[in-house]
């Protein structure tokens, strides 16, 4: 027997039923009412893209963020402030190539509009080797010039043994014979508004993108293949690739929402209603978006799925539950009284429970994950209000009006009629459970067991490429229309090409961040010292780690200046050009001179901090690189911390591994708990909560196993895929436990009850199925990685719920009826039924 009394919540219901049977147009103007106020908050939150709004919580962001501030500017390979010139030729290093570079960097230096503060490329290197008393870029482009190749080519090969580290800025196919190279990398320094730039995945913001846009078009008067690359341009494409892929994908998931919506309900105002009512989920959601400051970011692009998911999939079956209520001489008031009286009990289930596993990302370490699941979770509530609430009075309304004035009805018939196709192949689970239920019990449970196991084997991983579109874009996009034609995309390709010919990419850089002090004699050795015999994944050259320091900077600086190398000799003990005494008086010596800019890039002005980055291989892994420069770290005598770019991707994909298993977690546990006292409370059956739980376990395994398969990692958005399969497999599942609820207390056999159930709700659900998994699966189609993987795992979430609640509920159940039909089981779980055998 229900409790239903006892709480008086019938009683709320009926109030309800009455307010929307009887008055709908004040419902509707209601909600009119409070849709004009969310107005006002859209847009009001602004946007955010790109990879630095997951990293704002990480600690080893903190750490690099306390560099960056120790430090004037950056340089190569922490691209804030800088310029990347990606020169390409047959050789690099050849006298009309050298030119063209120098060139390039002249023209740069010259635009006032680029405050441009220094230029560095193996070009200026070979033209100082030619004439030592060059002085600026105009004195090196002479040299050059008038410079035969022979001349150049002994240059090339003194000034790059002379200089190692100038080895990082050529291709790996330098040959020191021939003195050729088919590619280098020029970099161009940049003095910034507020003395800070954009790291790689800023919003496109900064100034940064402005600078180097007008860079490229200044480049090109050079000639040749010289290719402009930096923070700013990938900032740019960052945040236009989330919506060209939107404007590629909406109109098709629109498309085809539409053709399934007209088929599932087969009437133009139903349709428009049904349509309506996803507006106003869409517009209620947003503006409350705005109007709580919460910026719309590229990992809340999943929001509208999951609307559109939830208020389809309620959307039908409030329209298919008043159609199965509204035949014969049944009024349009007394059918939308019986429909409601039932769907707001199971709106309330699959919203409470649904809320709680979108809210389960509330226990994420990344705030931007934590807003997907706030955002979420009133979103959902703002849906079951809709369609809970303003659809069934919109539709009352609509047929009142229909009655009057004689319009017809189109497709009244509900989905999932016993006559139907449809209504013939939906009871095949409850075929299955009648025949053999044990045996398919044990199957499921194996299977899912099997599932979750390699499922767990899962990776995390977090990139700048899950963002980026790749190398090569699809070939279907040839066939695009122009409006809906994404712009061409360059970023992949040069990060791809630095991969592929340099030992070390732009980014492939580790930093370790030293503090002090730093003034004692030992100090500059056990910098150095930390890099002799370096990890694997570190780039080596002559048995010591590829690093640039103050160390570098101090030895590149004695090479150019004898005044200064004198004083290094005169302190250095081993004769290995680092100073071992006096310290003080040699960076005073530094940054009094034309190095200082340089220096000041690797230790603080007081002497008490200093930064060592080192070269990592392209290939390497971000696994390796962080457990590398941890251990390079722990090498150094003072206080060392192992940070970076690398380093921060790395935490911040650990977060979203840990997140995604404490969510999925507190999902399942906060889902069946809600669940058991839910029905304890409303029908005096809790075991129900749990029998709802299985087919959520089905759905999360097959997941799981589905994303190992296809090689899809947890990213920032992938990442949320199992608590929000937990929230969509709720939904589908708890439609049909409580339509069975419903059919069980009015059937005398479980079989009768079953085959009601999967044949009324089940049509409706197959439609929603339908809808949604075509709608959204479109998302595969995006040009950005991570939307096309987002959209796949939200259309596979869908379908497998929808699966598990047609093939295995059913069994649960014909299992629950007989274990609650015996007196052990019925004290066991204390259910308050009156069985009828």
């Known amino acids: ?33 409070v849709s004009g106020l969310f107005v006002a908050g859209l847009g009001a939150g602004g946007t955010d893209s790109g990879t630095d709004q997951f990293t704002e919580d990480v600690p080893a962001q903190d750490a690099l963020q306390d560099v960056n501030d120790n430090f004037e500017r950056v340089t190569f390979g922490d691209d804030s402030g800088t310029t990347q010139l990606i020169h390409s030729s047959t050789n690099v290093l050849s006298k009309p190539e050298l030119l063209r570079m120098l060139r390039a960097q002249h023209r740069l230096s010259e635009d006032p509009d680029l405050q441009v503060t220094g230029t560095t490329s193996v070009a200026r290197a070979v033209a100082r080797t030619l004439d030592p008393s060059a002085d600026t870029i105009d004195d090196e482009i002479r040299a050059v010039e008038r410079s035969t190749p022979g001349e150049i080519d002994r240059a090339v090969r003194a000034t790059i043994s002379g200089e190692p580290g100038l080895r990082a800025l050529l291709s790996n196919d330098y040959n020191a014979q021939s003195a050729s190279a088919s590619a280098t990398i ?48 990938t900032s740019e494409e960052l945040g236009n690739v989330i919506n060209d892929s939107l404007q590629l994908v909406i109109p098709a998931a629109v498309a085809l929402i539409l053709l399934f919506l007209v088929v599932a309900y087969r009437d133009p105002i139903d349709l428009l209603l049904g349509l309506v009512a996803l507006a106003m989920t869409m517009l209620w959601t947003f503006g409350f978006m705005g109007l709580a400051g919460i910026a719309f970011s590229q990992l809340l692009v999943a929001i509208p ?27 349009v008031r007394d059918a939308m009284r019986v429909a409601t009286d ?34 979420a979770a009133v979103g959902i509530v703002f849906t079951a209000l809709v369609f809970g609430v303003f659809l069934p009075a919109s539709k009352v309304y609509a047929d009142r009006w229909r009655e009057r004035l004689g319009l017809p009805s189109f497709g009244s018939a509900a989905l999932g009629d016993e006559r139907s196709l449809l209504g013939r192949v939906l009871p095949v689970g409850v075929h299955v459970a009648r025949n053999a239920p044990r045996a398919f019990l044990l199957l499921v449970v194996v299977s899912t067991a099997f599932m979750g196991h390699y499922g767990a084997g899962v990776d995390s991983r977090f990139t700048q490429d899950d963002f980026l579109p790749p190398e090569t874009q699809p070939a279907y996009l040839d066939y695009v229309p122009e409006p809906f034609r994404p712009g061409d995309y360059t970023v992949t390709e040069t990060t791809n090409f630095l991969e592929r010919n340099f030992q070390s990419g732009e980014e492939d850089t580790t930093t370790v961040y030293v503090e002090g002090p730093l003034h004692a004699d030992y100090a500059l050795e056990a910098l150095w010292r930390a890099g002799d015999d370096p990890p694997g994944s570190f780039v080596a050259d002559d048995g010591h780690a590829r690093e640039t320091s103050i160390v570098t900077v101090i030895r590149s600086y004695a090479e150019r200046n004898p005044e200064f190398a004198a004083l290094v000799d005169r302190n250095d003990r081993n004769d290995n050009g680092i100073p071992d005494d006096n310290l003080r008086t040699v960076y005073a010596a530094l940054l009094d001179s034309p190095a200082r800019e340089r220096a000041l890039n690797y230790i603080t002005a007081d002497y008490t901090s200093a930064r060592i980055q080192y070269a990592v291989e392209a290939d390497a892994s971000q696994e390796e690189v962080t457990d590398d420069t941890r251990a390079v770290a722990d090498r150094v005598r003072f206080e060392a911390t192992a940070t970076g770019g690398v380093i921060v991707l790395k935490a911040v994909s650990d977060v979203i591994g840990e997140s995604a298993f404490r969510s999925l977690v507190i999902a399942l546990v906060a889902a069946a708990a809600f669940l058991v006292v839910v029905y304890g409370l409303l029908e005096g059956r809790p075991s129900l909560g749990l029998v709802n739980v299985l087919p959520i376990a089905v759905t999360v395994a097959a997941l799981a196993s589905t994303m190992r398969f296809l090689d899809i990692p947890f990213n920032v958005l992938t990442g949320t895929s199992l608590s929000i399969a937990i929230g969509l497999g709720i939904d589908y599942s708890a439609h049909l436990l409580h339509r069975f609820v419903e059919e069980y207390d009015e059937a005398t056999d479980v079989d009768a009850a079953l085959l009601s159930t999967v044949r009324g709700t089940g049509g409706a659900l197959t439609g929603s199925m339908l809808t949604t998994v075509s709608g959204l699966g479109v998302l595969w189609l995006a040009i950005s990685p991570i939307l096309g993987q987002f959209g796949l795992l939200i259309a596979l979430s869908v379908l497998y719920s929808y699966l598990a609640s047609i093939l295995v509920l059913p069994t649960t159940l014909v299992l629950w009826d007989r274990y609650v039909s015996s007196g052990a089981g019925r004290a066991l779980v204390g259910d308050a039924i009156e069985y009828q055998p």
Do not use: K
């Open 305 to 331: 799925p999951l609307l559109l998911a939830v208020g389809i999939d309620f959307g039908i079956h409030a329209i298919n539950r008043y159609r199965e209520e509204h035949v014969g001489e049944v009024g």
């Open 342 to 375: 039932q769907l707001l009990i199971a709106f309330f289930i699959v919203t409470g429970t649904t809320v709680l596993g979108f809210a389960a990302n509330l226990s994420s370490g990344l705030s931007s994950i934590r807003e997907l699941g706030i955002v």
């Open 1 to 33: 027997m229900s409790l239903l009394p006892h709480l008086d919540v019938q009683r709320l219901i009926d109030a309800l039923d009455a307010w929307i049977v009887d008055r709908p147009g004040q419902v509707i103007l209601c909600f009119l009412v």
């Open 186 to 233: 020029g970099t161009v320094s940049h003095r910034l508004s507020g003395g800070a730039g954009a790291g790689p995945g800023t919003s496109g913001s900064s100034p940064l993108t402005e600078i180097q846009l007008q860079a490229a078009y200044i480049v090109q008067s050079v000639g040749g293949d010289i290719t402009v690359f930096g923070s700013g341009i």
